[in-house]
């Protein structure tokens, strides 16, 4: 943002500076002949700030794409962020699941209700702890970023 406004303040001087020398050089030369003699002069600052203008755009142009490009790949980092942290997010939910199904067996078993809770409780632990993995790998991914 700080390029565009140097730019535009950049283009208003060199504006005011050409607009300046249309209008006051030819006071400094009084007579026809010496206006016509240094006639390049207006032509050579003519095209002077012209040259400058159209270096002040293409300036402005490659600033701005360079400005996209690292608001794209930003963009790009924080969506693969937030896919991250919501991976992170549904694991733990999976985990907290498998916890409260785990307590829910051993009540169950402690109670007396008959079941069998064991092939039950290591199915479960099973999913879990391949959670877990999953947890780790997915926090190693958003440490080395």
Not at 43 to 65: D, K, N, P, W
Not at 123 to 132: E, P, S
């Amino acid at each position: 943002m700080k390029r565009v406004i140097i730019f535009f303040l950049v283009m208003i001087i060199a504006a005011t500076v050409w607009y300046s020398s249309l209008l006051f050089v030819p006071e400094i030369f009084v007579s026809v002949e010496v206006l016509q003699a240094n006639a390049g002069i207006y032509a050579s600052i003519h095209l002077l700030f012209f040259c400058l203008a159209i270096a002040a755009i293409v300036f402005a142009i490659i600033t701005l794409a360079l400005d996209i490009k690292m608001n794209n790949r930003a963009i790009e980092q924080n969506m693969q962020s937030n896919k991250l942290h919501l991976e992170v997010i549904a694991i733990t939910s999976l985990i907290q699941e498998c916890d409260v199904t785990l307590h829910r067996y051993d009540r169950w078993e402690e109670a007396g209700i008959r079941g069998d809770y064991a092939s039950a409780k290591a199915d479960v632990r099973d999913k879990m702890n391949a959670h877990k993995d999953r947890l780790e790998n997915v926090l190693q991914q958003i440490q080395t970023g």
